[in-house]
């Protein structure tokens, strides 16, 4: 069994505070990723799981067993750097088998094992090879293997992916979900990635600044994010953040700061019933892309609200293409059909789902 | 009129330029001379005779070159009152030079590494005190060094003399390690750990191996440093036990009759020989080794 529990981590170099009270419960057989931007202290967290920095307050349990004080060898996991960290002068076959070598385990397992991973990730005919003279993709199933061969009861990775180029990554990702699904061992996989985290985390902690911000499944973190740090981090193009104050006028209305059209967006009942705010209190309101189409694009559904505002510049990705507007000050993405596209400078008619807009307090961040 | 070469930087063209061309190549043909020339000499009079040295020109050929010279330098030259050439004393180099070079270049490449890769509180204190040592002039230490090789009985012996050199050599070889090591990914380290194993586990399973340019780099370097070295040499050992540098000067100083010159000669090329050797078989290694980390590979 290889739960992972962190109890009130903290971790100091000398006078930063890196990590600031971590709890997390991590089930066996999970896979969780870690995700945040760079210095968010989730590679710190990683290496305290790993036993590669020593933690400063709080403790960590790897199954029942206490292991603030257990070098990482003896913590039965394994784990996969961003650098791959292959010894240059060994060959591909002995960079698997140095740890075996290095417990002592009999040559013929060493064999077995060696054989049975190598196969597993199709680098068998590489074994001979030096790092040097294996391709990116390559290193990193090596590297894979070296972890793999242990048999740990849980598999760390940092960043593994983040060295590969953009198509061999998506291959690479969905491998190491297949291997999950196979092993069914625990899993904690750091990146900054937001779309790695969502493909394969079964849960995700985002990290910001020394915390934990939200801790959930990846359709919870998406749908029904906690705070404005999590809802701008998880999405790609980011979820529209549109600063505006409440207005109640029969309804509950946001209307946008700086805009001088007259604008309200109706905030529908469902939203604003769990609403206690009062007239004039500044929120943000938050909308997906996804969420503004063109109008009469998407069948009729409750909820919708039309505008017209001009196009500023036009971003096609192949199967959507990215509109990008301006109410007030704040720039907006609509994710449009290819073929609503119209012309840059033509006014364009935006249907907003409203059912999926998100508000937060603009003060403190939190969602209302 | 175009570019011959079809590879590499594109570089102007016409007269001037190879003018110019010219006029460097000449420069570097000149300075090469003028470091040669001495070598020349050197060699020249090693293979004339006494008489044909005293009769020539200093820089003409030899007209009947001869070895007598050379094997009169190594077997038979006094060296103060002793008559067996310089060979003892080549010997009594080899026997010093080889433990003095593989300790120091080993305990280098464990400082360098301890001082790198398991970083503890005052490692960069340390490393600043080792750094200072190799900016010391030796003479400063020559009188407390003869008093502690004398506590430990070790006052005028080769033993005496590998200790001195060792613990000079230390200064330059963890500087060479240590800059080394300081650009090997501490990852690789932390996978090693993961991998269970230890310092010592490491150090000759991982370290070592990728170290390659780094031992050779120090190697040559503290090869020629202990091997040219005439001040310890001089100074801790007596007669019997001195080293090449210092018997050569003997040998030039011996003052009783003609003075040798192709004898002098001979020693003296004698005398420089290993060094030379080193560098030509591991001289690619050095520049590469001087250069690395200043470019990724």
Known sequence: MASISLNNVFKRFGSTEVLKGIDLEIEDGEFIVLVGPSGCGKSTLLNLISGLETISEGEVLIGDKRVNNVPPKD??????????????????????????????????????????????????????RKPGQLSGGQRQRVAMGRALVRKPEVFLFDEPLSNLDAKLRIEMRTEIKKLHQRLGKTIVYVTHDQIEAMTLASRIAVMDNGHIRQFADPTTVYEDPVDLFVASFMGSPPMNM??????????????????????????????????????GHEVVLGLRPETIFAAGAELAGPDRFVFERPIDVIEPTGPDTMLVFTIGETEMIARVRPQDEAPVGTSFRFEVEMAKAKLFDRATGVRL | MSAANSSGIVRASGAGQRFLRYLLYALLVLFCLYYLVP?????????????????????????????????????????????????????????????AVLLSTLLGALNGYALTKWRFRGANIIFALMLFGAFIPFQVVLLPMARTLGLLGLAGSVFGLILVHTVYGLAFSTLFFRNFFVGVSDSIVNAAKIDGAGFFRIFFAIMMPMALPAIVVTIIWQFTQIWNDFLFGVAFTIGDSNPLTVALNNLVNTSTGVKEYNVDMAAAIIAALPTLLVYIIAGKYFVRGLAAGAVKE
Not at chain 1, 106 to 115: M, R, V
Not at chain 1, 269 to 274: D, K, L, M, V
């Open chain 1, 75 to 128: 913590r039965d996991i394994a784990l996969v750097f961003q650098s791959y960290a292959l010894y240059p002068t060994k060959n591909v076959r002995d960079n698997i088998t140095f740890g075996m070598q290095t417990r002592k385990v009999p040559e013929s397992e060493q064999q077995a094992a060696l054989s049975e991973v190598s196969e597993m990730l199709h680098i068998d005919h590489l074994l001979e």
């Open chain 1, 242 to 279: 549109l600063p505006g104050k409440i207005l109640r006028d029969g309804g509950l209305f946001i209307e946008p700061a700086g805009d001088t059209s007259g604008l309200r967006f109706p905030v529908p009942g469902e939203i604003a019933s769990r609403f206690t705010a009062n007239e």
């Open chain 2, 39 to 99: 070598l020349y000499v050197m060699l020249t009079t090693s293979l004339k005779t006494v008489g044909e040295i005293r009769t020539g020109s200093l820089m003409a050929l030899p007209d009947a070159p001869t070895l007598g010279a050379w094997s009169k330098a190594w077997d038979t030259a006094c060296v103060g009152v002793r008559c067996d050439g310089l060979k003892p004393y080549f010997w009594n180099s080899v026997v010093m030079v080889v433990p």
